[in-house]
């Protein structure tokens, strides 16, 4: 669904986006990221964004040649950063627009990773019960505990009941959209089962039972990982500044030099929480989801 903004760069672009060079690329990425917008819509909106960034970079230039001189004294210097400015905006916000999709894309794709496992599970406790596959997708579509994964079984659900779609098309079409490699998988290997006879129920147990050991192996593996990490943090972040604490005041104590205090500021005002900041940055980028 377009908003009021968007309409208005699809009204204004929209022709000509629908024969860019990007329409295949942005078209992939914006299934991936599950957004709901025609991709000439999504380019006409990234042209737009990357000509409102060249006029800020016009603006830029007006006030820095003719408003900002009447009141405070310029360096001439600053002119090779703020004349190419329209062009670097403009192709900033271009870009930045463009790579969103592949980024909501790679969030789906963790979070399925994250939950798939889970997911399984109830895909083979629902198999074992003797449900049948499409039944077993929609009921997967209602639990939104699952995150990602329920959302790509509501797509699924929807292409059999609404569209009308064989189950084997179906999940087909979703392996094909799916960010995720591991549900990709998944999806080929009941695509086979189904198309070759075999025993649908058996697969879905042998997945699950496949998924959950290698979650637990990731698991295993993100806690050693987390070991070092407390290991390495105990080191750069509390001995050393500590070390570093004791030495500059000793050195203050027999008349350092005056820049010793600035250190000081800047290793407890500055460095201690950038590297606080990093740690915790790293920790949670490395954290599995559960």
């Not at 070759?196 to 990982?225: C, H, I, P, V, W």
């Amino acid at each position: 669904m377009l908003t009021k903004y968007q309409s208005l760069c699809y009204k204004i672009f929209g022709k000509k986006a629908a024969k860019s060079t990007q329409i295949e690329y942005i078209k992939r990425a914006i299934e991936k990221a599950f957004m709901e917008v025609r991709p000439e819509a999504y380019i006409a909106f990234a042209w737009m964004n990357g000509i409102l960034g060249a006029i800020a970079g016009i603006v830029l230039i007006i006030l820095y040649l003719f408003v900002l001189p009447s009141f405070v004294s310029l360096p001439l210097k600053l002119l090779a950063i703020i004349i190419p400015s329209p062009i670097l905006f403009g192709a900033l916000a271009y870009f930045i627009t463009m790579m969103i999709p592949e980024s909501r894309a790679n969030r789906r794709k963790k979070d399925i990773d994250t939950k798939l496992p889970y997911a399984l599970n109830f895909i083979a406790a629902m198999s074992t019960a003797g449900i049948t596959p499409a039944e077993i997708f929609k009921n997967l579509a209602e639990q939104p505990v699952y995150g990602e994964v329920h959302k790509e079984a509501a797509w699924i659900y929807r292409d059999i009941a609404i569209f009308n779609i064989d189950i084997i098309t179906a999940l087909r079409n979703a392996a094909y959209r799916t960010p995720s490699v591991k549900f990709q998988e998944f999806l080929q290997g009941a695509i086979t089962t189904i198309t070759s006879g075999g025993d649908l129920k058996k697969y879905f147990l042998a997945k699950a039972e496949e998924y959950m050991r290698e979650n637990r192996r990731q698991q295993k593996e993100f806690l050693e990982t987390l070991g070092v990490l407390a290991e390495s943090y105990v080191t750069v972040v509390v001995a050393a500044p500590l070390f570093l604490i004791i030495m500059f005041s000793v050195m203050s104590l027999f008349g350092g030099s005056k820049s010793t205090g600035l250190i000081m500021y800047l290793l407890a005002f500055v460095m201690l929480p950038l590297a606080n900041l990093g740690f915790a940055i790293v920790i949670q980028s490395m954290s599995p989801e559960v």
